[in-house]
């Protein structure tokens, strides 16, 4: 026997879902908070139309018989719903004709005008005319709204509790006469109609309902699939099988620098690479075999398809290491370099001055240092006593870094002491503290870095030591030289050229001009560096613009991905950061943080 609305759902109650198969292909995705169901007749053959409905909170599939069954139970479903919220919208979608490019809205445009000009204003923003389509909308107030369908109401009945219908007929503009989908386009679709969608019935239940959710990103999927979860962490094994930054080091850096001092900057030989672990091939075959095509939830099938096209670019990478190539997928990944960054960049280095007495100051070492990390440490136990953490103090490292949320240390490192506790926030207080906040998120991809997220990462990073009051000339004159020798770079500058305007124009030291240089130019030209002071850069024009930080502490992710986090943590998807960092509680942070935002000059942070 089939189930009725009654033995599904006994009770609606706040922050549950009735999740269940249907009679003869039937589905019901009911989140019991949301007074808005979405409904598509399933026919003979059909598996692409009904993803338009997919991608909302509550959708019905109805079956391909047994119709009477499906009308009883819209019946009690919509007479539960109107009896718990006051009011009830049920919006049912259908194709049209296959040459229609016309959405037609069949509703009471006079009861209703607010959410059905809304609906018509944002279906017309789908892209069309770059696809040769031009998409139109007509709302027509018909008392009959299930054009050639035997009707699923009898309107006046629906209206006596407390329900609204509407229909809307879709063109089928992404597939063609044959049926043949064009599945770029149809992603697209999708995601701007569903949004489409769910801005419209937000007026709905915003003015005509008791319901409590505040914004229509709350009408999106609150529930991921167990298929998206098994997408995420193949992603991040994928992505961990090759350490990346790594592979485009040279390993024979230490003697490259040995020669170029004593022949007095004037020889160096070629950049020596470790060999590859991996088949970068054989990796995109497993990437591209990841049906992230088949995810309904709009923001996470962007979010997923924007890593997968970063990772394949990276593997390309590997391959072309030692090319020109390698320079020209650099520019790509990293996305050049704007004016204002290089502006920004010189202004820096006209203003601020290098310190060479700096370094004569008292030095800490490695140890000192992995005694002030494991302080704080404790402070962020205090936050959340399950946050643990390690630190390496290590022989074959050679760099500071973290790795998986833990601190690396070559064993012979020192730094002074306003470095230090300039470090700790930049590593500690943000590599490490976004790693955690991520790792508590349900997505993997939030722990280990969504696309192009390392430009506001680094640029939470030396914003963090400003905060905290550690950031010295010479540090952030390290950052603008890094970017000058990137402009260099894309001019088509050599090694010796681009040394000899951070040692003699800018007056480095030969030590840091070498460093810089050495770094741009691994793997055949690399613009990873020049991304410090420009996530900083947009960070300030963020936060000028009113955003806000702590929001950017919930894991790993790019300024771009703000709305989109945004959106799903509306949705219940993504929390709030479990850690805040120390800086947060530093007697200036307000004061410098409201410079900021009035638009503070790099030069002057320090």
């Known amino acids: 026997m089939a189930p009725s609305v009654k033995a599904l759902v006994p009770a609606l109650e706040q922050g549950n879902r009735t999740v269940t198969p249907l009679p003869h292909g039937g589905y019901l995705f009911l989140e019991h908070d949301v007074p808005a169901l979405l409904i598509y007749r399933d026919g003979p053959n059909e598996t692409t139309s009904k993803r338009l409905v997919r991608g909302g909170a509550s959708y019905l599939i109805i079956g391909t018989n047994e119709f009477d069954y499906y ?31 016309h959405f037609i809205i069949r509703g009471p445009s006079h009861k209703l005008p607010v959410s059905l000009d809304v609906l018509k204003k944002e279906l017309l923003k789908i892209k069309s005319r770059q696809y040769n389509v031009t998409l139109g909308v007509t709302i027509e107030q018909l008392k009959q709204r299930q054009a050639q369908q035997e009707p699923l109401f009898d309107i006046s009945g629906i209206r006596k509790k407390g329900a609204t219908y509407i229909s809307l007929e879709v063109p089928p503009v992404y597939q063609n006469q044959q049926g043949v989908i064009y599945p770029v386009y149809f992603r697209d679709f999708r995601d701007q109609f569903i949004k489409a969608i769910q801005k419209a019935i937000f ?53 490259l620098r040995s020669q170029f001092f004593e022949s007095h900057f004037k020889k160096l030989d070629r950049y020596h690479y470790r060999l590859l672990p991996v088949d970068p091939d054989i990796l995109k075959r497993k990437l591209y075999n990841l049906r992230i095509d088949e995810i309904d939830d709009p923001a996470i099938s962007y979010l997923f398809d924007e890593k997968r096209e970063e990772i394949d670019h990276e593997l390309t990478m590997l391959k072309e290491r030692g090319s020109k190539n390698f320079f020209y997928s650099s520019v790509r990944l990293y996305k050049g370099l704007d004016k204002d960054v290089l502006a920004e960049a010189q202004l820096i280095l006209q203003n601020i001055n290098e310190n060479h007495e700096e370094e004569k100051k008292a030095q800490i070492n490695s140890q000192e240092f992995s005694k002030l990390a494991h302080s704080e440490f404790d402070y962020f136990k205090k936050q959340d006593p399950n946050f643990k953490c390690k630190v390496h103090i290590r022989d074959d490292v050679n ?9 690396y240390l070559p064993r012979d490192y020192t730094m002074t002491k306003k470095d230090a506790k300039a470090l700790i926030q930049h590593e500690i207080g943000t590599h490490v503290l976004t790693y955690y906040n991520g790792a508590q998120q349900p997505l993997t991809q939030m722990a280990s870095g969504l696309a192009n997220y390392d430009a506001l990462q680094e640029g939470i990073a030396v914003l963090s030591e400003y905060l905290c009051g550690g950031l010295s000339g010479n540090r952030l004159r390290i950052l603008a030289g890094r970017v000058v020798a990137g402009a260099a770079l894309m001019e088509g500058a050599d090694f010796h050229q681009v ?4 040692y003699s124009r800018y007056d480095f030291t030969k030590e840091r001009a070498f460093n810089m240089t050495s ?28 955003g806000e930080l702590q929001p950017l502490l919930k894991g790993k992710f790019a300024l771009k991905h703000v709305n989109v986090i945004q959106d799903l943590t509306d949705r ?6 479990k850690l805040t960092p120390r800086y947060f509680e530093h007697k200036n942070f307000n004061k410098k943080l409201i410079n900021l935002k009035k638009g503070l000059s790099l030069s002057k942070m320090i």
């Open 71 to 101: 009308k009883k139970f819209i019946h009690d479903l919509t007479a539960l719903m109107s009896e718990k919220f006051g009011a009830f919208i049920v919006l049912e979608i259908s194709i049209g004709a296959t040459n229609s490019e």
């Open 203 to 255: 007026e709905f239940v915003r003015i005509q309902t008791t319901s409590s959710l505040v914004n229509y990103n709350a009408l999106g999927k609150r529930a991921i699939h167990k298929e998206v979860f098994k997408i995420d962490k193949e992603l991040s094994k994928i992505e961990n099988s090759y350490p990346f930054l790594l592979l485009v080091a040279p390993v024979n850096i230490q003697a």
């Open 399 to 407: 760099v500071m870094m973290i790795s998986k949320g833990e601190l």
């Open 499 to 502: 040394f000899f305007e951070l």
């Open 519 to 546: 770094r741009m130019f691994q793997g055949g030209g690399f613009l990873k560096d020049i991304i410090y002071l420009k996530g900083l850069v947009r960070l300030r024009n963020y936060l000028v613009n009113g």
């Open 572 to 577: 219940d998807l993504v929390i709030a950061p």
